[in-house]
T-cell receptor, first 114, second 112 residues
Framework: DADVTQTPRNRITKTGKRIMLECSQTKGHDRMYWYRQDPGLGLRLIYYSFDVKDINKGEISDGYSVSRQAQAKFSLSLESAIPNQTALYFC?????????????FGPGTRLTVL | GNSVTQMEGPVTLSEEAFLTINCTYTATGYPSLFWYVQYPGEGLQLLLKATKADDKGSNKGFEATYRKETTSFHLEKGSVQVSDSAVYFCALINNAGNMLTFGGGTRLMVKP
């Protein structure tokens, strides 16, 4: 679904480097989320934001930070990447009017930390 | 806290076979329940949902019934196709409606 885009799609980096993953959406949704996917563990919520001035920690926020620059943009940063942050990262959006339970996902960013 | 448990995969079936993927959950209150599907190389897509006990969600030939007495939401399809090959995730959302909790995912492989 091109309404939610993520950049980059793939990234290989080294331990200790700072990394930013970006998410943009054209759906006009207020709510945005960052998840990571690990084999056998499903998706786990890192951070979520219900509007530009609202940032909330999810299940596994340690080692990550986020910035909601605008309604349409939500960035995830790894200040000092470590190998166990190697995973597939997904951004998602939802709209309270449509129902907070219906989330639209981007295509994912595959991050490898060496 | 909330949790979702799915049967482990991969599940390998022949085309036109009957599919069941088991999902059970633990949650306080009355969560809404979902099945998401992830096709290769793509993000997750909502497949179906149910918001209260005994509701049946359905889409694209898939069905799941919200069973509060057994805390289950099993996914079924009567006749699978090769194009159904994907990873399927069961999920729930808490009463506050702000956090989806996912199961570990079940990979389905359908052979011609």
């Amino acid at each position: 679904d091109a309404d939610v885009t993520q950049t980059p799609r793939n990234r290989i980096t080294k331990t200790g480097k700072r990394i930013m993953l970006e998410c943009s959406q054209t759906k006009g949704h207020d709510r945005m989320y960052w998840y990571r996917q690990d084999p056998g563990l499903g998706l786990r919520l890192i951070y979520y934001s219900f509007d530009v001035k609202d940032i909330n920690k999810g299940e596994i926020s340690d080692g990550y930070s986020v910035s909601r620059q605008a309604q349409a943009k939500f960035s995830l940063s790894l200040e000092s990447a470590i190998p166990n942050q190697t995973a597939l990262y997904f951004c998602a959006t939802s709209d309270l009017a449509e129902g907070p339970d219906t989330q639209y996902f981007g295509p994912g960013t595959r991050l490898t930390v060496l | 806290g909330n949790s979702v448990t799915q049967m482990e995969g991969p599940v390998t079936l022949s085309e036109e076979a009957f599919l069941t993927i088991n999902c059970t959950y633990t949650a306080t209150g009355y969560p809404s329940l979902f099945w998401y599907v992830q096709y290769p190389g793509e993000g997750l897509q909502l497949l179906l949902k149910a918001t209260k006990a005994d509701d049946k969600g359905s889409n694209k030939g898939f069905e799941a019934t919200y069973r509060k007495e057994t805390t289950s939401f099993h996914l079924e399809k009567g006749s699978v196709q090769v194009s159904d090959s994907a990873v399927y995730f069961c999920a729930l959302i808490n009463n506050a409606g702000n956090m989806l909790t996912f199961g570990g995912g079940t990979r389905l492989m359908v052979k011609p």
